[in-house]
């Protein structure tokens, strides 16, 4: 059972463009959400993240979205550059876990 | 500089032998992780251990063992037991102190092909 969910598997946008890539969860005890990205045989480096009592954070041309009631996050990517194309993995974790959750990742082309 | 450092970066394994992928951070990180990453899988946790002398099993432990002597050491061996160890390894390291909320940061993996 997936507690973190990112159904679109790919993602091609226009260079220039704005890139939103999304992220469901489904356990409601989550409370940290991250925006990892990846390069192909590179482990993942930190984006982003936000706490759950934030309903957006940002950082530079990263802006990441958090709708607690819809148990949905996003990430804007704007504008988007070619150094943009890598796959991106959405994670949560709960209060005092010690472990996150990692969604199965987003790849994203973007296109000259 | 600090950071997370994992070796070989390409193992090849014969089937029957166990094998055993290093990796070190010099962050002074307590918390340490290790994951399988398959195609179409994303990353899933192994084992991961909050501090030295302890761990404890992921989502996918069996066939896997690992031990933490060392602060900075988190070594992970692939015994005969895995039926499918063909995979991307990665390693990670965070502050840990019993809470998850903070970033973890990742080496640049170990890709273990069976002959």
């Known amino acids: 059972d997936q507690q973190v969910k990112q159904n679109s598997p790919s993602l091609s946008v226009q260079e220039g463009r704005i890139s939103i890539l999304n992220c469901d969860y489904t356990n409601s005890m989550f409370d940290y959400f991250l925006w990892y990205k990846k390069y192909p045989a590179e482990g993942p480096t930190f984006l982003i993240s936000i706490s759950s009592i934030k309903d957006k954070n940002e950082d530079g041309r990263f802006t990441v979205f958090l709708n607690k009631s819809a148990k949905h996050l996003s990430l804007h990517i704007v504008p988007s550059q070619p150094g943009d194309s890598a796959v991106y993995f959405c994670?949560?974790?709960?209060?005092?876990?010690?472990?996150?959750?990692f969604g199965k990742g987003t790849r994203l082309h973007i296109l000259p | 500089d600090g950071g997370i450092t994992q070796s070989p970066k390409y193992l090849f394994r014969k089937e029957g032998q166990n094998v055993t992928l290093s990796c070190e951070q010099n962050?002074?990180?307590?918390?340490m992780y290790w994951y399988r990453q398959d195609p179409g899988q994303g990353l899933r946790l192994i084992y991961y251990?909050?501090?030295?002398?302890?761990?404890q099993k992921g989502d996918i432990a069996e066939g896997y063992s690992v031990s933490r002597e060392k602060k900075e050491s988190f070594p992970l061996t692939v015994t005969s037991a895995q039926k499918n160890p063909t995979a991307f390894y990665l390693c990670?390291?965070?502050?840990?102190?019993?809470?998850?909320?903070?970033?973890?940061?990742f080496g640049d993996g170990t890709r273990l092909s069976i002959l």
């Open positions: 990670a390291s965070s502050m840990g102190g019993g809470y998850s909320n903070q970033p973890q940061h």
């Open positions: 251990s909050q501090i030295v002398n302890d761990f």
């Open positions: 994670a949560a974790s709960g209060v005092r876990d010690d472990k996150i959750i």
């Open positions: 962050l002074n990180h307590d918390a």
